[in-house]
Nanobody, 121 residues
């Protein structure tokens, strides 16, 4: 069992900041990668940022320079620091992790429940 608990979403004005957190708990051998995704109304879910176990990061072009993904290995937690938020950043943000199973050593993906980020005046 692996569960993800997200927090940090909310309502913020354009230009504001939010910090999202996602903590993984349960039984797994290791975390291969952690990521943040978002889905806006009427749009497809998209990858926003990701970070591998080795620390390699990826960002969607539109959030580069504004969003920063980081992780706390000891806490099995991934963060997304968002600054200079725009209305188009409004979406439900989902974290996901890929873990290596303690049972078969294969990789499995798990998703959080999502946290709402609303950027509006």
């Amino acid at each position: 069992q692996v569960q993800l608990v997200e927090s940090g979403g909310g309502l913020v004005q354009p230009g504001g900041s939010l910090r999202l957190s996602c903590a993984a708990s349960g039984t797994f051998f290791s975390i291969y990668a952690m990521a943040w995704n978002r889905q806006a109304p009427g749009k497809q879910r998209e990858l926003v940022a990701s970070i591998t176990s080795g620390g390699t990061t990826y960002y969607k072009e539109s959030v580069k320079g504004r969003f920063t993904i980081s992780r706390d290995i000891a806490k099995n937690t991934v963060y997304l620091q968002m600054i200079s938020l725009k209305p188009e950043d409004t979406a439900v943000y989902y974290c996901n992790v890929v873990v290596k199973s303690t049972v078969d050593k294969d990789n499995y993906a798990y998703w959080g429940q999502g946290t709402q980020v609303t950027v509006s005046s």
